[in-house]
């Protein structure tokens, strides 16, 4: 059964870039009816932490939040996280707590000290053509979500892959450490079940919002107010006010905080068949692929 209770839906569309403030983090959100979705300004920009207190502290009440990036990393294939390291991690939790405590000094929530560790970097391609023995080659691991994203015809990068304009490693790690320093405070689906009420996270994939409005896969990315009208028009949302560019981090998370609107009461999106108990608890899934 989908929940039906929540009152707002946001997106964020994430960034695993140092600094202390990410430009290329959005966020945006819409109400329950057919009204435009807006973004979400921050003075001087978004950070990791500054999303942080908004998810914890700031958020209204029953909000149905996507975050752009992988909650977990392949666990299925091979029976762990990092075979091979006595500290692999039991579970996705275990894992946000082990990335938060070795990227504890890392300011800004990044996660470098995680990637560099002598045991873990054996399981990511780096940066400077460092690829570690326990990578996989090629495209790298996937989790079984990914795994179905490529049967529907989408292009995931592996999570343990840290290179290119395309990765989402890096965004992934980074976001580790939020939903670890999160615990307790909102539950995150689907390692935890969806809430009667209240507010809850899912981990979203923006192109898949794109699809649904009718963009062609390899061009989901938008970059004119006119473009994101069309595409908010397909799922049923009002359109946003003005004309002209628009980045496409904003693009993507105010077409996604509509998606989730149009797509969240659909029970079928919340218990795909490859969901079972173990790949809830360890490698977590994507919201919207079946």
């Known amino acids: 059964m989908a929940p ?8 964020i569309d994430w960034s695993g870039a140092v600094g202390p403030v990410q430009r290329g983090i959005a966020v945006a959100i819409c109400a329950r009816n057919d009204g435009a979705p807006e973004l979400i300004a921050r003075p001087g920009g978004w950070s990791r932490r500054a999303v942080l207190h908004w998810l914890r502290d700031e958020m209204p009440d029953a909000t149905l939040v996507g975050l752009d990036l992988g909650l977990s990393l392949p666990f299925a294939d091979r029976g762990a996280f990092f075979p091979g390291w006595d500290e692999s991690p039991a579970d996705a939790r275990a894992l946000w707590a082990l990335v938060d405590r070795i990227s504890a000094d890392d300011p800004h929530l990044a996660a470098s000290s995680f ?23 090629g495209r790298g691991r996937l989790r079984l979500s990914e795994v179905e994203q490529r049967l529907q015809g989408l292009n995931p990068y592996s999570n343990l892959n840290l290179v290119g304009a ?38 979203i994939y923006t192109s898949l919002a794109a699809i649904a409005a009718g963009r062609a896969k390899g061009r989901t ?9 069309i595409a908010l028009e397909a799922i049923g949302s009002a359109p946003v006010t003005g004309s002209g560019a628009i980045d496409d981090h904003s693009a993507d998370a105010l077409l996604t905080a509509a998606w989730l609107r149009a797509y969240a009461p659909r029970p079928e999106l919340w218990s795909p068949a490859g969901l079972t ?12 692929i079946t």
């Open 277 to 288: 108990p173990d790949i809830a608890r360890t490698e977590g899934w994507t919201f919207g």
């Open 115 to 137: 990637v560099d560790h002598p045991h873990a970097s054996r399981h990511f391609r780096r940066h400077g053509g460092r690829e570690g023995d326990q990578y996989g080659g």
């Open 166 to 203: 395309a990765q989402v490693g890096k965004s992934s790690l980074t976001g580790m450490r939020v939903v670890h320093q999160l615990a307790g405070k909102l539950p995150i689906w689907p390692f935890d079940p969806a809430p009667a009420r209240g507010s809850l996270i899912v981990e």
């Open 221 to 229: 990315k938008m970059t004119s107010i006119e473009a994101l009208n």
């Open 4 to 11: 039906d209770h929540f009152d707002h839906y946001a997106a």
